[in-house]
């Protein structure tokens, strides 16, 4: 299947979000921003790349909204607080740096149970200490639904990795398991305490911190970002990026037994994985090989960048190309993260 950018919208100046999109807005709000000169790489990638005196450092925000992102009944206050701090070291992660200051907002309603905001709070503080990161301060404010916005700070590598490297020829690769998340949340949507595997997946999202210092070091990777809504979306941003096309091998996407028993789709449109979607060069992959052992998960080939002009191809095991439906999570598209 080879997908097609959508053309403009008709009468943009009253056209409400929803008839944007996501990513058109994102366009045309970054036509509003200013420069720094301490700003080396501004927005596109999942981190800003600040040059601070000798020393590089990633920028990152992020936000989970209550009826958008989750529901209070799928997983506990420790747990949430630990995903919100999870989906930033993501983005961390996916550019191979080090988390290292963490500022929290949260916005809740009055009803909420104390006992909760601190709960959450604790989550935070919990998963920052892990990765070596400390909450320096935040803010708290009312509101008619939880949501839980963190900024974090990380230490960049000496060669941050972005989403612009892959060129034609260049390998598709992808970190762990696709698809498990989206499954996780259709338990959860059927059963709020569903203790599944897949459930669990989706309550407490693994950024690949240790993946992702470890192909920036090595250089094995020549573009990278994290999969947080869904595996063609994601590659489409990427596709952008770098201004290449891709192929992938529906027969290689890594996906659990329950993935490929109840819907192997999941693995393409499903989001919220935060697995590594990296580019890799030819003159890499013997590199990546030595680096496997040292990754803290599985990394696997699924594909190869393109000429442009040959859009997103999904081959299946016969190389025949195929096509399937809705192609992942867009923000104003839907009511809430549809990964059903």
Not at 227 to 236: A, I, K, N, P
Request: include cysteine; glycine fraction near 10%.
């Amino acid at each position: 299947m080879t997908r097609q950018r959508r053309a403009p919208a008709r009468g943009a100046a009253g056209a409400s979000l929803a008839d944007v999109g996501e990513d058109r807005l994102i366009a045309e709000l970054l036509r509003g921003l200013g420069a720094s000169p301490l700003v080396e790489v501004g927005p596109g990638d999942d981190c800003a790349v600040l040059r601070l005196g000798a020393s590089r450092w990633l920028w990152t925000t992020d936000a989970q909204i209550e009826g958008t992102h989750f529901e209070r009944s799928w997983l506990s206050a420790v747990q949430l607080g630990r995903r919100a701090y999870a989906v930033n070291a993501s983005d961390i992660a996916a550019m191979g740096g080090t988390p290292r200051l963490c500022s929290v907002s949260i916005a809740a309603p009055a009803s909420l149970p104390r006992r909760d905001l601190v709960a959450i709070e604790k989550g935070i503080v919990a998963a920052a200490a892990q990765d070596g990161a400390v909450v320096v301060g935040g803010n708290l404010a009312r509101a008619s639904e939880l949501s839980i916005s963190i900024g974090l700070l990380g230490e960049a590598p000496r060669q941050p990795l972005l989403r612009s490297g892959a060129r034609a020829g260049h390998a598709i690769y992808v970190t762990g398991a696709l698809g498990g998340a989206a499954l996780g949340l259709a338990h959860l949507e059927r059963n709020p305490r569903s203790r599944s595997a897949a459930a669990r997946r989706f309550r407490e999202p693994s950024p690949r911190l240790t993946a992702g210092r470890a192909l920036a070091s090595a250089r094995a990777a020549s573009a990278a970002m994290d999969l947080s809504d869904g595996l063609m979306v994601d590659l489409d941003r990427m596709c952008a990026a770098s201004d290449v096309g891709a192929r992938i091998e529906l027969a290689a996407l890594p996906m659990s037994a329950d993935v490929r028993k109840r819907d192997p789709t999941l693995a393409l449109q499903g989001g919220e994985d935060y697995e590594l979607l990296c580019a890799v060069s030819p003159r890499q992959e013997s590199t990546l090989s030595r680096l496997q052992r040292e990754l803290d998960c599985p990394i696997t080939r699924i594909g190869e960048f393109t000429e442009p002009a040959s859009g997103i191809v999904l081959a299946d095991v016969h190389g025949r190309e195929c096509a399937i439906g809705r192609l992942g999570f867009e923000h104003f598209a839907q009511r809430r993260r549809p990964r059903r």
